[in-house]
């Protein structure tokens, strides 16, 4: 019988620890109770732990308040427990809390306000960009292709990615209301998370695609005839967009509007429950694809396409005129080489700040009672991520800047597209003859 008392208290002691209510150094010193104080030491803890569990539980609706759904690193679900009775000022989360920490609350003042704008420069920007490439002018050249459709992408992306997640998380900060649950329907969930997946992998591969396309013209030269034609560029665009969409039609099979915090009163647009595993699996290959491939497939090959511009160059200081046509040539390279290290340098730190914030979720999915200790890191985190994805959506409105910036012949396209120029052909005809061949001879990289 006491063997049996004792394996009991022993029992019991260890359930105290492994639940978190005691350390182990705390069941050191179980040992030689019975169970009758455990039990007494159970309860008094016990409510302390309720206590903690009540502010747990306010923590997890407030990130969920503010969280992408579209990245929903941890089952957060595991770890509400809607059978406890708490104070309704404690568990109702709110858009803001005064104890966020200050990060989060520039975070998502920065994502709230920000957003909007890029959404409209996009808007505008990406319109004008594809009314300029596919000019009669400026379609006759392969390169034309791919910042056509990547303009095209450009706009489908703000419009079907950006601005919805922007409406859904940014309306609680704004009205001070609920956020809007609009995808949070059958249906509407998986068409915003088909075209979400389609348009970003779509927008980031056209870029890797035009980088190769401008590689080989650069850097062999004897192949430029057969790779670098309209044709080719034509079939490049229909096979990269015929793959994102087969590929990606697979991702609404695995997603629908599912509880994300058990109690029935949270249900939003996530992966189902029971393809989670493969969700994670499908989520992991896709940051992958649109993120490290791409960094490694542009940084190698616009090395290489300097390297060659700089040794080209060199010739052109001995050859006194420059043909229009490699004028060109040498504009869209230029281009590219803008484009890509933007693409680079806008989404690098929020691909960091995402894995951040996964490694962290996995470490604190995995140690149910260390949720609360390192809620506070996981906000910050939070913090830094709704501040860097707001900087790498400015990916999808800044192209046409670049493009101004860098292209002369984008820009007096642009200028005939838009009527500025009409006035001034004769004005710039009487100029042409005295002024234009100077500055040509001048090997402008403009």
Not at 17 to 38: H, K, N, P, R, W
Not at 45 to 63: F, V
Not at 310 to 331: A, G, T
């Amino acid at each position: 019988m006491n063997d049996s008392e004792d394996t009991l208290d022993s029992a019991a002691s260890t359930f105290l620890a492994d639940v978190g209510l005691f350390s182990e150094e705390d069941v050191d010193g179980l040992e030689d109770l019975d169970g009758g104080d455990i039990f007494s030491l159970f309860s008094n803890r016990s409510l302390q732990h309720t206590q903690q569990l009540c502010a747990m539980n306010s923590i997890i609706r407030s990130i969920y308040a503010n969280s992408d759904s579209s990245s929903s690193d941890i089952d957060f679900g595991n770890y509400y427990n809607s059978n406890i009775t708490c104070n309704d000022t404690i568990v109702q989360g709110t858009a803001s809390d005064s104890n966020d920490p200050a990060i989060l609350t520039i975070g998502r003042r920065f994502y709230v306000y920000l957003t909007p704008i890029i959404i409209l420069i996009g808007l505008i920007g990406n319109s004008l960009s594809l009314k300029v490439f596919t000019s009669r002018r400026m379609r006759k050249q392969s390169s034309s292709y791919y910042l056509a459709t990547l303009s095209g992408s450009d706009l489908l992306t703000l419009l079907l990615y950006v601005l919805p997640s922007w409406l859904k998380e940014a309306s609680p900060l704004i009205t001070g209301d609920q956020r809007l649950g609009f995808i949070d329907y059958d249906g509407v969930c998986h068409l915003y998370v088909y075209f979400a997946y389609v348009f970003r992998f779509l927008s980031v591969w056209l870029i890797v695609i035009f980088t190769v396309e401008r590689y080989i013209g650069v850097c062999h030269p004897l192949r430029r005839r057969e790779m670098c034609t309209t044709s080719c560029a034509g079939k490049g665009v229909i096979s990269i967009a015929a793959c994102s969409l087969l590929v990606f039609a697979t991702k609404p099979a695995l997603s629908g509007v599912y509880e994300t915090v058990a109690g029935g009163e949270v249900h939003r647009c996530t992966s189902r429950p029971n393809f989670k595993y493969v969700s994670f699996i499908f989520d992991s290959v896709f940051a992958v694809l649109t993120t490290f491939v791409p960094f490694i497939i542009i940084l190698s090959m616009n090395s290489l396409i300097v390297r060659k511009l700089f040794l080209h160059k060199k010739r052109q200081r001995r050859d006194k005129l420059v043909s229009p046509e490699n004028r060109m040539k040498i504009e869209f390279t230029l281009i590219l080489l803008t484009i890509s290290t933007g693409f680079i340098a806008l989404s690098l730190p929020y691909f960091v700040a995402w894995c951040k914030k996964f490694n962290l979720s996995q470490y604190m999915s995995s140690r149910t009672y260390e949720m609360n200790a390192n809620m506070d890191e996981y906000k910050c985190i939070q913090g830094l991520v709704l501040i860097t994805q707001t900087i790498f959506f400015i990916n999808y409105c800044s192209n046409f800047f670049l493009y101004s910036l860098t292209g002369a012949y984008f820009r007096s396209e642009l200028k005939h597209s838009l009527g500025y120029s009409a006035w001034q052909t004769r004005r710039a005809s009487s100029l042409s003859l005295s002024r234009g061949m100077s500055k040509s001879t001048r090997h402008s990289w403009v």
